[in-house]
């Protein structure tokens, strides 16, 4: 008898119908791949079985019984936990106290923080997490807050664990430590459903694995049966493989972005850069790699303009952007693809049309005197609906109704519609499935193809190493070290500079990043 069965699972959307008729059976002890393109109801099923949604029809049974989850809490209840993709902890508090907030040990009203830790020690131990109960979140690395999301889900006493891409953010060196854990929870009885596009890491990982599209169940396989061709295949009717992307030869041309001696911080904030010091090219792709934390962020808002408290010059074409403000940056040549597309990248509750023209709505092509010209906006939002393969009925349906490759796709094409003179690009591909990710890689190389200057910040070891003409690593708020030479490097080697374990000296970096040939802007 399988420990869990979801079973004719249907759950409708005003015009989606997210999942139908969907059967899902997970085996007591296994490591389970759930797979398939954005959109394909993965986290609906996942949400309903976690009690954050209701499905309209079907049933959950937990060892043969019919159980209904109506919350998380209930959920949890029964010993299933989620740890999502982005992370629900206080960073104020202690690891300790994020454990047992809601749980806390107590006697007369006091909560007894002593066995608070005892009990996060014992655990952490167990598992061979290597936690500090005492330490404030806020100073943990990802791959540290992830083990507190995971630990948290295992006090309360979770049996099944939810996975969201796990791996999305950690290193190399991370993801091996967390998949040494989880085949420690493995075989102490545990079961996990491990939710992934990376199809590399469920070959390694997992047992079984269940593939969804269009919001429906296309098939069930043992892992060690196929190959990642085949998943590719069940997935997405296709093989999709970073070697089908067309990297151009392009000379490099000229300096289209200078940062020079920029620094940010002080001892009373978090956030902080030292001596930053690099330039692109147009024509050049640059990649920047770093864990979480070190400076990577800090570094896109001054370039970006949203950060103006700086130490320092950035040049754009030439211009200080300093004593300008994002409109005019971007009036430059600026475009931005954001990290987190629903904060920063797109208004939930407008149109896909609307969130097209936001950045341009004031340009004469698209806007008169007092009015703006519908036809002319309509014409250009499903072209690039069209070009950007963006799965929709209408441009004029809500973006907030697409799945997250899609949205992605929106915030791309807005990005790309006005040929920048430099775009960065801040985890395009993160949290979206192989084939948006490849198209969205595609155009970024037919950016870098049309002479555009592009800055890439990814997570994805691979991506940056397929993309980028030159990579630059950020570590402690500074740059530990630069590549030129392509060839020379590869995901160990990224990921020692990434943890800080290697670092180059002043002479290396300014050697690898050619300073003795120019450090003007053009």
Known sequence: MPLLEMKGITKIYPGVVANYEVDLSIEEGEIHALIGENGAGKSTLMNILFGKAQSDKGEIRLRGTPVKFASPLAAIEHGVGMVHQHFMLAEDLTVAEN????????????????????????AANRYNFKLDADKKVSGLSVGAKQKVEILKALIRGSRILILDEPTAVLTPQETEELFAQLTILKKDGYTIVFISHKLDEIKKICDRGTVMRRGKVTGTFHVSEVSIDDMSRLMIGRVVSACNLEKPEVEAGEVVLEVKKAALGSKNRKAFLQNINFFVRSGEILGIAGVEGNGQEELVQIVTGFE?????????CGQDIMPLDIDQIRKIGLSYIPEDRMVYGAAKDASISDNMISTMFTSKEL??????????VSILAEKLVKDFNIKTNSAKEHIGNLSGGNIQKVVVARELVTQPKLLVANQPTRGIDMGASMYIRQRILDMKKSGSAIILLSADMSELLTLSDSIMVMYGGG??????DMSSINEETL???MLGVDAMDAEELERGMGYEHTTEAV
């Open 99 to 122: 454990i047992i907030l809601g749980r806390e040990p107590a006697r007369w009203g006091v909560v007894n923080y002593e066995n608070a830790k005892k009990q996060v020690n014992e």
């Open 308 to 316: 103006r408290n700086y130490i320092g010059k950035v040049y754009l």
């Open 479 to 484: 740059i530990s070290a630069f590549f030129s």
């Open 367 to 376: 806007s008169g005197r007092v009015l703006q010209k519908p036809k002319a």
């Open 495 to 497: 990921g020692r500079y």
